[in-house]
């Protein structure tokens, strides 16, 4: 999904870079990737970290103190040009859904339709959303009378402000919020290889192409989900949103 302007803070604009880094975040662990261009045209991780929540941090702002630590020890040996990252988050930060609109919505309707779903998802008022969507690539003929589907994320804007001031005071820009489906789902189709032998590979030697390498129905998502290798797919995915 490309962040469209109606994302209302769920992403942020961003230029193509040389590298990125991207961040899971779970209840108690945070997986970081950094990736960097090849002058081949790949892109192959150069940082895979896993880091694990002292035990003890009950609240989430507690977990979210201990997470503007580790990104500030990070960041203190980069230049500030290499220190942005785009994050994924689960279900319980980052709400997506899917839903039928007319044809004949245009592109204001249609934001507002999302924006009132969002919200309805979260129990918050419309403007208390920071939401994002994209029609899928097989509705956008937008034949007449025919309903579009579309895929939509959304945050709580106090929670997308939030990160922003994480971000900001441990010294990095960040890129783009996301659901962590929608992570796992590019790194899954950009991952360099055949997918069963690759993903049986160390994280820090795999390596991905701009555009997909699989037709998303090649994936058997299930087990990619259940499996151990789901948590570092879903950080290099947010990485990669940050290059592509």
């Not at 980052?94 to 004949?104: I, K, L, P, S, T």
Request: net charge neutral; proline share 5%.
């Amino acid at each position: 999904m490309q962040w469209s302007g109606w994302a209302k803070g769920l992403g942020l604009w961003r230029r193509q870079r040389a590298s990125a880094w991207g961040a899971m975040l779970d209840e108690q662990e945070i997986l970081l990737v950094a990736l960097s261009r090849q002058q081949t045209g790949g892109i192959r991780v150069v940082v895979f970290e896993h880091l694990h929540a002292p035990e003890g941090l009950v609240h989430l702002s507690e977990r979210d103190s201990w997470w503007v630590q580790n990104l500030r020890q990070l960041g203190a040996h980069l230049p500030s040009r290499r220190r942005s990252m785009a994050i994924a988050l689960g279900q319980g930060r980052c709400r997506e859904g899917v839903m039928d609109v007319q044809a004949a919505a245009d592109v204001w309707q249609l934001a507002a339709q999302v924006q009132l779903e969002a919200a309805s998802a979260w129990g918050v008022s419309p403007q208390a959303v920071g939401f994002d969507y994209q029609v899928k690539s097989e509705d956008e003929s937008m034949v007449e009378d025919r309903p579009r589907r579309v895929v939509w994320a959304a945050c709580q804007r106090p929670e997308l402000e939030q990160w922003r001031q994480h971000a900001r005071s441990a010294g990095w820009r960040l890129l783009a919020v996301e659901p962590q489906g929608q992570a796992l789902e590019r790194a899954a189709l950009c991952l360099r290889g055949d997918g069963g032998e690759r993903w049986a590979d160390s994280p820090q030697d795999w390596q991905f192409d701009p555009a997909p390498q699989r037709a998303r129905d090649d994936v058997d998502w299930t087990r990619l989900q259940a499996g151990p290798l789901c948590k570092p797919l879903v950080a290099c995915g947010a990485a990669l949103g940050g290059l592509l």
